[in-house]
């Protein structure tokens, strides 16, 4: 019964969200528009009787409508930080690759490729897959030749700026 009412309640303040701003403009028109208007509509004496109400759903509206202006505003800056600290870590991987790493990835900048057949059932390939270096780009493979596996863009990049870390130990 609880966890009902809970969910209600959140479905209803996300259907909310969506007319929010129509709801603020009536509201403000309610408690501060034209006498004619508000008569007009029949609502000067509800809206007499209950300002203190309608004022109060005033306040959080607003409340909302804020909170989400400033969820966007750091949004962005937020996200550009966490991306910035994942093309960090991802460098930092690339800086200690094993020999083996090295040889399958020194063919993709070698032959300016960002496409190779590789054994899907190899354990180093499974590893650079799951780093987010490499990924498969199809489910469908060959025994002989293998699956493609596609180099990720950044680490295509990161690679052909830094040559380097190709070379052998």
């Known amino acids: 019964m609880g966890y009902e009412l809970i969910a ?6 996300r259907l909310l969200q969506r007319y929010l701003w129509g709801f603020i403009a009536v509201l403000a028109l309610l408690l501060w528009g034209p006498q004619w208007l508000v008569s007009g509509l029949g609502m000067s004496a509800i809206v007499s ?4 109400y309608f004022g109060l759903l005033l306040a959080v509206f607003l409340g909302m409508v ?6 966007l505003t750091f949004r ?10 994942w093309r960090r870590h991802k460098a930092k991987r690339l800086h200690d690759l094993t020999a083996h790493e090295k040889r399958i990835l020194r063919r993709y900048i070698d032959q ?3 496409t190779q057949y590789l054994n ?5 390939v499974t590893g650079l897959v799951h780093e987010e270096i490499l990924y498969r780009s199809t489910n469908i493979g060959h025994l002989s030749i293998g699956f493609a596996y596609n180099i990720q863009p950044w680490a295509f990049d990161y690679l052909r700026q830094h040559p380097e870390l ?3 130990a």
């Not at 804020?66 to 969820?71: A, G, K």
């Not at 899907?120 to 180093?124: H, L, R, S, T, W």
């Open 8 to 13: 209600n309640a959140l479905a209803w303040i």
């Open 49 to 52: 009787q209950h300002r203190l």
């Open 66 to 71: 804020l909170s989400d202006l400033i969820s």
């Open 76 to 85: 962005g800056p937020i996200n550009h930080l966490e991306q910035a600290k």
């Open 112 to 114: 300016n490729t960002r």
């Open 120 to 124: 899907i059932a190899d354990g180093v």
């Open 166 to 168: 190709l070379n052998s």
